[in-house]
Nanobody, 125 residues
Framework: QVQLVESGGGLVQAGGSLRLSCGAS????????MGWYRQAPGKQRELVAS???????NYADSVKGRFTISRDNAKNTVFLQMNSLKFEDTAVYHC???????????????????WGQGTLVTVSS
């Protein structure tokens, strides 16, 4: 019932920039933390950045100073501005949200996590 849809991935040269967006839709009362994770081929999924509803941010050391996470609470949307991209940033980027909403049309409101399908970011060296 609650969905996250990412956009903005693509192919970019090293040193370039991309901006990812993720919008949440469905029966949502509120969203707590929203975040971006990534999974490169043969590697485990890792946290890239997260942001609370109050705007507190957290970044992986590997992206500090290059990536910026932000959100529009009124539109239930989170963004990831990625600058100075490196080859090692190549991965599928997934959006994540901690939601207070309905998991199905007939369920009660409760807190749960939602994941997006992912968007591919490819950085050429």
């Amino acid at each position: 019932q609650v969905q996250l849809v990412e956009s903005g991935g693509g192919l970019v040269q090293a040193g370039g920039s991309l901006r990812l967006s993720c919008g949440a839709s469905g029966s949502i009362l509120s969203i707590n933390t929203m975040g971006w994770y990534r999974q490169a081929p043969g590697k485990q999924r890792e946290l890239v950045a997260s942001i609370t509803s109050g705007g507190r941010t957290n970044y992986a050391d590997s992206v500090k100073g290059r990536f910026t996470i932000s959100r529009d609470n009124a539109k239930n949307t989170v963004f990831l501005q990625m600058n100075s991209l490196k080859f090692e940033d190549t991965a599928v980027y997934h959006c994540n949200a901690g939601v207070l909403g309905k998991a199905t049309p007939t369920s009660a409101y409760r807190s749960f996590e939602v994941w997006g399908q992912g968007t591919l970011v490819t950085v050429s060296s």
